[in-house]
Each structure stands twice: as C-alpha cells, then as structure tokens.
C-alpha cells in the first residue's frame, strides 16, 4: 500500500459507524414507544443536545471557546416564534428559515471571534449574546420583553401530526430533525473540510503553511455551528409554543458548555451524551431541592475540572473504548 | 450634566476597586476569573450582616468586609484555584462559572433571594452644592477612598520590593523563580488583596449596585470589560477603562435610557477588535 493509500485507509476508517452508534440511535427509536410518559422531558434533552453538538463543532473540531453561544439558540428561537405569530406556523419551513437566519448572524459575527485569544474570544462571544439579550429585552413590542413571545401557534408538522400536550408528536419530532442533522454534521466532521478544521484547531500556523485557508475554515464551521444552533432554538421554540428571554441567557451558554463537556467534546455524540445526562441530572435535582439545584451543577463543574476532565471520565471511555472494538 | 459626570466618576471608580484584582488575576497571572464577583458579593453580606444585624458602624465594617473577602480568597486559592492555574481556558472557564453557580444558589439559601441594603450612617446622605453640582456625601466617600486606593497600589506596584518581585514574577515566572523569588506566594497574596479589594467594593457599592444572589452573574460582565478593555500592563489602564466605563454607563441609563447597556457592549465588541490587548497596552503578543 501507498502512504497516500494508507491514509485514505485511516480516514475512512475513522469515519466507518461503530456498533454503538447504531445502538445509540436504537435505543433513541426506543425510547419514543418505551417512555411515553418521559417525552417532554426527552424532547427537551435531544433539543439541547442538538445545540450541545453545535458547540462541539467549534469547540471540539474548530477549538473555539464561546461563552456566548445561546446567541444563535436565542436567535433561532426568536425567528421561528416570531414566524408562527405572523402566521407562517409550518413547523419545517420554520426551522430551515431559523436555520438560514442564524447562520447569516453566525457568519457575519465569525469575522469578530477569529482575532484575538481565548480571552478575546469568550469575551468577544459574550457580548455578542448580551447584545442580543438587550435587544430582545429592549424590542418589546416585537419580542414581548421579559414576559416573553406568547400566542405561537404552529401547524401540524407535515400537515398531518398535530402538536399534542404530551409531546407525543413534539418528541418523534425533534428526534428526526436531531437525527437528520446529526448525519449531516457526522459526514461533516469526516469530510475534508472537516478534517482540515481539526487541523487548524491542533496548530494554525502548520495548518495555514500546508496551503489550508485557516480563516474560511473557521468562518465556515463557525456558520455551521450557529445554524444548528438556531435550529435547536426553533425546536424548541415550535415543540413548547413559547419564547422567553431565559433563551439568550448567559446562563443557556453555561450549561451548553457543561452538557458538552459532561458529554466529551470532539466525537459529536458528547453533546447527545451530555444533554441526556444534564437534563436528567436536573431533572432529579430539582425534585429534591427545587431551589438549589443550581449549587449541585457548580459543585459538579468543580469537581470535573479540580479532579481532571479526563480522569473523571476515564472509566466511561474505557468502555466505550471496548464497546467500539 | 456635571452632576451626571461626579455620579459616573463615583460609579467609576466603585468598579475600579471591584475590579483591579481581576485585572490581576486575569491578566497578570492569565487566568480566566469569572468568579470574581463572588468574592465582591461576600464582602457585600458579610457587611450588610455586621451592619444590620450585629450594630457594627458602616466605616468599621469596610475593613472587615475586606478582611472577609481576602480570606476567602486566600482559602479558596490555596484549595481550589493552585489546581487549575495550569489547566487550559476552557476549564478555567468552567470552574469558575460552576463557582459563580454555587455561590450564587449558597447566598439565595443562606440569605434569601431578595434585595439587600447596607445600612448608610445620615451624615452620608447629605448632598453639597458646589458650582453647581450636586454632590452626595456618599459617593464622595467612594471617590475617596477609591482614589485613595488606587494611588496606593499604583505606589505598592511601581516602588515596592513587592511591587517588583510581583512584577517580575509576571513578566517571566521561570526566571523569576530562579532568582529566588517565591512566585507562588506572591500570587497567594495577589490573589487574596484581590479578592478583599472585591469584597471592600462590593461592600461599599451595595448601596448603589443593589446587592442580591445574582450579583457576581450581574457584575461580571462589567469586571470583565474593564480588564480586557483597560488591559493588564499597568494600574492605570484598568483605572481608566473603569472611569470611562461608569461614565458612560450612567450617561448612557440617563440620555438614551432606550438604548440600556446596547452601548456599552457594542463599544466593547469595537475595542476589543482594534486593541485586543488593551487600550493602553503595547501592541505585542502574549
């Protein structure tokens, strides 16, 4: 074998589905006929996991750390909301319009986010976020403000299932849409274009040297990631017929970025992973102090990061590891 | 208009001192602090306990609220922060927010989520017309002991033993380390007159930045834009990003109260992109 063959042999070798991957979305199928009485709260863990895999693809591939990225979550929720009350409640158009809306807001700020440091850069995406928080907040008349977008109604999804209060249809739903999107970013992230990001995310300079466009990179994986992003905001926006402020909080951004790092960022199923988990973890937290919740969550942030990332989940991925042999 | 310019000087020099040992932290020892509005909320209780609760007069409880600050400071960074100095930003970043999370849902269950207030002495609510302009003796006060601070800082930094060993220890912490210098207790102090500069302001600002469990979640932005945009090289960076930053802030509430902070991020966004090592700063990479 050529070298050139031999890495063509690596490459597709990495991009080949694992066993626990077709187990993964099994169990996924599953759990729409298993856990009928879990389907909100299912909708909502494969709807932040969407927006969860979005970061991975500029934290994880493109090595961006955003503190801001509820911006394009924010955004995407806005602009599917604010479609549903002018009349236009086709569920599917409405995500691709929200999809289309942030990815143009992802791809003009980008230019902003490629300078600088990290430092620059969380900042940088912070006030990106915060900006869009105040417009929100101060655009009453369009937004609602603090009270938030009420009287969304959406069509029935394909003109045939109709939104229910069980989130029967909500859940079956987000899980197609997740799934079609997350093929898509899988063929993403092993594409050319996707491997370059990682080069660029491992060393720029080397990256930039080998003739790879560093910039567009960034900027193109960037769009991608908000266009997800947005995508998982007009989920979430058409499967509860509401839109808060709480969307395009700092702290949406926060526990994006734990839910990914729960999960593991750079092999797109962390963000599924992680949502899955935070959303439970929530979830039996809140019961138990509905208050303080918020404590436990921090606690665990520390926890992770004073103990080490990778020694926490070091177990996890040993077995992952094996399952995958 | 005058009026206007003295309560965003007074403003401006409150963030200053809740800020400077951020400038510290972040841009001295790199790294990413977003908790540091946490030590400036502890201060904030811990003298609006000792004031309301056990009689302490507001100017003695000034110092302790800073006493109380540095010490958590130095526990915390003895404990917790040694671990994470050398990790990479994305985990600082998730550190310190899982603090801010804590600290915040601690203070709601020990205090309550409603506002407090520090009990001010009358003599400072007094106001002084002078050419004009009126003054509130409180925010005199604030400008006092703000200014009083950062020229003995300014002081500490540039003509101490101290102030070098610190600054050598920044520039080049290998090389200091090798000169015998004990970097890592230097930044255990820095840290903690940080934090108990947080504390101080925190308690000395309550009465006008409000004080309740979302303070550090409030503020933070604010810290932030006074470091990165006043930069980390100097004392007078940080200071006059800070002056700038409370004059356009009560400006901006007062003139164009439609526009809310919209401003003072969109300003930030535009520094940041033409000076990202500060204002001030040199223009060289880190």
Redesign the interface.
Same mark, same amino acid.
């Given at each position: 074998m050529t070298p050139a063959e031999s890495a063509a042999a690596a490459l597709a070798a990495a991009a080949r589905w694992r066993p626990a991957e077709y187990l993964f979305w099994a169990l996924a199928l599953a759990s729409w006929f298993l856990l009928p009485d879990r389907h909100l709260l299912l909708n909502e863990a494969f709807i932040f996991g969407l927006f969860a895999v979005s970061l991975d693809l500029i $934290?994880g591939y493109g090595g961006i750390?955003s +503190?801001g990225h509820a911006a394009f979550f924010g955004f995407g929720a806005y602009v599917a909301g604010l479609l549903a009350k002018a009349g236009f409640g086709e569920p599917v158009l409405a995500l691709l319009a929200a999809g289309a809306a942030s990815m143009v807001l992802g791809f003009a700020t980008s230019f902003?986010v490629l !300078?600088?440091?990290? +430092?620059?850069r &969380?900042? #940088?995406t912070?006030?990106?976020s915060?900006?869009l928080f105040?417009?929100a907040? !101060?655009m009453t008349s369009l937004t609602g403000g603090a009270d938030g977008l009420q009287g969304i109604v959406m069509a029935p999804v394909l003109g045939r299932f109709e939104f229910d209060i069980f989130g029967h249809v909500a859940y079956g739903y987000t899980l197609a849409v997740v799934f079609v999107l997350f093929l898509a970013a899988r063929r993403v992230v092993y594409s050319p274009f996707g491997w370059s990001v990682r080069a660029v995310k491992g060393n720029a300079l080397r990256t930039a040297a080998l003739g790879i466009p560093v910039t567009f990179r960034l900027v193109g994986i960037y769009a991608l990631a908000a266009c997800y992003a947005g995508i998982a905001g007009a989920l979430l926006a058409e499967t509860t017929e509401f839109v808060s402020l709480d969307v395009l909080t +700092?702290?949406r951004s926060?526990e994006v970025? /734990?839910m990914l =790092?729960i999960g593991g960022t750079g092999y797109l199923y962390g963000g599924l992973i992680g949502a899955l988990a935070f959303k439970v973890m929530q979830d039996w937290l809140a019961e138990l102090t509905p208050?303080?919740?918020?404590?436990w969550?921090?606690?665990?942030? #520390?926890l /992770?990061?004073?103990v080490g !990332?990778e020694r926490v989940f070091a177990a996890p991925q040993a077995l992952l590891r094996m399952a995958r042999r | 208009m005058l009026t206007n310019l003295f309560d965003g000087v007074a403003y401006g020099m409150l963030l200053f001192v809740l800020a400077c040992g951020l400038s510290v932290t /972040?841009g001295v020892m790199n790294f990413?602090n977003l908790a540091h509005g946490s030590f400036a909320m502890a201060g904030g209780y811990v003298a609006a306990y000792l004031v309301n609760r056990l009689g302490v007069p507001f100017l003695a409880a000034l110092p302790l609220a800073f006493l109380a600050s540095a010490a958590l400071g130095l526990v915390l960074e003895r404990t $917790?922060y040694i671990? #994470?100095y050398r990790?990479s930003? $994305?985990?600082?970043?998730?550190?310190s927010?899982?603090? =801010?999370?804590?600290?915040?849902?601690?203070v709601?269950?020990v205090a309550g989520s409603q506002q407090r207030f520090v009990g001010v002495p009358d003599f400072l609510e007094a106001r002084f017309e002078v050419l004009g302009v009126s003054m509130g003796a409180y925010r005199l006060l604030i400008i006092g002991i703000c200014g009083v601070l950062a020229v003995a800082m300014q002081v500490v930094l540039a003509r101490t033993r101290f102030g070098s060993r610190l600054r050598a220890a920044v520039d080049d912490p290998l090389v200091a380390r090798g000169l015998g210098i004990n970097v890592d207790a230097i930044f255990m102090i820095t840290f903690a007159v940080g934090s108990g500069l947080a504390g101080l302001g925190g308690a000395l600002g309550a009465e006008i930045l409000g004080l309740d469990p979302s303070f550090p +979640?409030k503020f933070?932005?604010y810290f932030? &834009?006074v470091v990165?945009v006043g930069g980390s090289s100097s004392i007078i960076g940080p200071f006059l990003a800070s002056i700038l930053l409370g004059i356009a802030d009560v400006a901006g509430k007062y003139y164009l109260p439609?526009?809310?902070?919209?401003v003072i991020?969109?300003v930030? &966004?535009v520094v940041? $992109?033409l000076r990202?090592q500060g204002l001030l700063a040199p223009r060289v990479a !880190?």
């Open positions: $934290l750390v +503190l902003l !300078r600088g440091s990290d +430092l620059t &969380i900042m #940088v912070l006030s990106v915060l900006v105040e417009l907040n !101060r +700092l702290q926060a970025l /734990l =790092v208050q303080y919740w918020q404590f969550i921090g606690f665990l942030l #520390v /992770l990061v004073v !990332r | /972040l990413i $917790l671990h #994470v990790k930003h $994305l985990d600082q970043v998730l550190f927010i899982g603090l =801010v999370f804590m600290s915040v849902a601690a709601d269950f +979640l933070m932005v932030l &834009i990165t439609d526009a809310g902070a919209f991020y969109s930030m &966004i940041l $992109l990202p !880190r």
